[in-house]
């Protein structure tokens, strides 16, 4: 027995992205008091980071603002509101970056040529300084981007006799791990091989190398290693005090979340300065390193991932892998007793499958994750660097315009007016996406059907601040039936 469909003369509503998730109801019901607790301490935050605990809450509410789709066949109204763009744990909004990012990537930076993920991860006591150290963490990456790139030129002078080749990178700058806790690392994707003029016909070509061993990583970290130590001697930042003068200014309240951060302790209320509760089971075991992985230092390298050249769907997904953000609202559950229950992606050695948090710790976690403004989360380098002499014969070319032109959408943002993009695709002159191409590409949804007659909607408009927002919202309900079970995505939103 199939569904009826609404009548025509009935208008619907449907309104997404307003079901409050967890994460929403953990903030609406606890961030005031979080910040009461910083401020009985006689801290405060940055004003960047309480801005962003602030801004989420408001993520995806339409009274302050939203694009009004609408079915002409049969009255049927979509209200698309505005995500809060935040840099630093929105699950909305970091979703929707990653598969920006990706498809970015995909169609306009990396050749058909195999692609292999590097990640470099810190000791424990340099993690906090290149946290609040933005300019100490690029140099490192320098150090790193540089070593490894040093190395696949010499492997091709070695095996090839190749003197003039050159490789790239995008690396993507993560700041944190699985558990929430503070952790600056890299996931670089570095073109394996290189290119180089070919003597014969004077042609750019490329070169596939063979892949690295586990020794080669061995003595690549270790290179790696002594380099960054080198540096930090240098620039007087293996000091044991040091991590000590980060946080001792008695004003700053981000200092100490982050410092706890980083050692997976509580911060604020009774549990102050006790490791945060974890959840296991008795399966502990030891775990040996896999191969291509190697450690020297406390630094970690591990390059085991390679995509093949013409594999665009696998390289898609390692890139939205590397541009992730720090927490799905899929890994959040609440406990009957009230405690909120992190599941990690993997079980640890010690059998911990989750992290268990009190609602204040969970927003202690993840302030402290919150990036400073002006500060770049990707870097490319070498031959995909902006002014490297051969990036224009490498990336790919962009895709032709279409031909057929129909009605341009907008997709409104909170920080900007909305802009105008075509339907069909991307834009030829910018990085930016459009909401409903990533979310046919990505989930094969088509943002502008219409769940009733599966007709295509149109925009009427796009509403922004109140009391327009209110009363166009007061309007419909009043004229309108009861709304469909159905929500999708905030506008410049997608899940993680």
Known sequence: MGVPRPSPTLPTIERCGVGRDLLHRVFEDHLDPFLAEIAEAGRALP?????????????????????WLVCDDCDHHRLVPFSCG???????????????????????????????QWVLTFPWPLRLRLARNHDSLKALHGIFSRAVRRWYCQRARALLGLRDARTGAVTALQRAGSDLSLNP????LFIDGVYAIDPETGQLRFYHLPAPTTEDIEALVADIARRCARWLVRNGLLDSDADLDEVEDPDDGLGPLQAASIARRVALGKRAGRVVRRYRILSGKKVDLPPRCAICDGFNLHAGVVVGAHNRQGLERVCRYIARGPLARSRLEQRPDGTLLLRLH??????????????TELIEKLAALVPPPRTNAVIYTGILGARAAW???????????????????????ASSFPRLVRPEGRSQTSTWVPWSYLLWRTFEVDGYECPNCGKKMRLRTVVIHTP?????????????????????LPAGG???
Do not use: N
Request: glycine content about 6%.
């Open 86 to 116: 935040g840099r630093g744990f929105c699950p909305s909004c970091a979703g929707r970056r990653m598969v920006e990012r990706a498809v970015h990537w995909v169609d306009r930076v990396f050749p058909r040529v195999p692609v292999r």
């Open 47 to 67: 004003a960047y980071v309480e801005d962003e605990l602030r801004r989420f809450v408001l993520c995806g509410d339409p009274k302050l603002g939203f694009a």
């Open 391 to 413: 990036r224009s014969d490498v990336v790919p070319e962009p895709e032709p315009e279409p031909e057929t032109k129909s009605e341009p959408e907008i997709a409104p943002r």
């Open 494 to 496: 997608a899940t993680a």
């Open 185 to 188: 690392h890299f996931h670089a």
């Open 346 to 359: 993997r079980e640890w050695t010690d059998g911990t499958k989750g992290i268990a948090f009190q609602p």
């Open 468 to 488: 327009a927002t209110l009363d166009v919202l007061e309007g419909l309900t009043r004229s309108a039936r009861a709304p469909p079970a159905v929500f999708c």
